[in-house]
T-cell receptor
Framework: GAGVSQSPSNKVTEKGKDVELRCDPI?????LYWYRQSLGQGLEFLIY????????KSGLPSDRFSAERTGGSVSTLTIQRTQQEDSAVYLC??????????FGPGTRLTVL | GQNIDQPTEMTATEGAIVQINCTYQ??????LFWYQQHAGEAPTFLSY????GLEEKGRFSSFLSRSKGYSYLLLKELQMKDSASYLC???????????FGAGTQVVVTP
């Protein structure tokens, strides 16, 4: 596709369960970013990947959060033992050689 | 860190002009972005300022003053479709890592 895609678009889970969120960046984009947006808040940086370099994980809020990027393309954000405060919209973005980050539609996560 | 402050909400009438201010405290950054986000949708790019001064793009202009720690986004000839949240963000490293403000909700009234 032409843009960044994310799946699922909505995810409802029970507290304590693990969830996986997927991001397909724009083809050829070497940089991939994950952000979290809680209700009424700005975007909060979580992690980013750039080519084959080690990812910058400095924004991950706890060790329950992890992410990987396979083959320099698709990325998965995993949240283990979900808590209610993890409820948010999780946004993925990718960037090519320019400055602009292109955002996906997000995954709305609700932890009951 | 880079505290980024924006007004929470602004209201203006169709056809008018609105200026959204963004102030920050930081020791250094690569550039400043403005994004537009309609409710329930992904943010979309509006502008990127690296050097001080005004960047104009149609009805939207963005200004940066590094010495004053200040930027603004100017929206002219407001249209109803401009009702959205406007996000100010600092690019904090060469790889494009962004730190966002909380956003300014602009409400355009008839």
């Amino acid at each position: 596709g032409a843009g960044v895609s994310q799946s699922p678009s909505n995810k409802v889970t029970e507290k304590g369960k693990d969830v996986e969120l997927r991001c397909d960046p724009i083809s050829g984009h070497t940089a991939l970013y994950w952000y979290r947006q809680s209700l009424g808040q700005g975007l909060e940086f979580l992690i980013y990947f750039q080519g084959n370099s080690a990812p910058d994980k400095s924004g991950l809020p706890s060790d329950r959060f992890s992410a990987e990027r396979t083959g320099g393309s698709v990325s998965t954000l995993t949240i283990q033992r979900t808590q209610q405060e993890d409820s948010a919209v999780y946004l993925c973005a990718s960037r090519g050689t320019g400055n602009e980050q292109f955002f996906g539609p997000g995954t709305r996560l609700t932890v009951l | 860190g880079q505290n980024i402050d924006q007004p929470t909400e602004m209201t203006a009438t169709e056809g008018a002009i609105v200026q959204i201010n963004c102030t920050y405290q930081t020791s250094g950054f690569n550039g400043l972005f403005w994004y537009q986000q309609h409710a329930g949708e992904a943010p979309t790019f509006l502008s990127y300022n690296v050097l001080d001064g005004l960047e104009e793009k149609g009805r939207f202009s963005s200004f940066l003053s590094r010495s004053k720690g200040y930027s603004y986004l100017l929206l002219k000839e407001l249209q109803m479709k401009d009702s959205a949240s406007y996000l100010c963000a600092l690019r904090t490293d060469s790889w494009g890592k962004l730190q966002f403000g909380a956003g300014t909700q602009v409400v355009v009234t008839p």
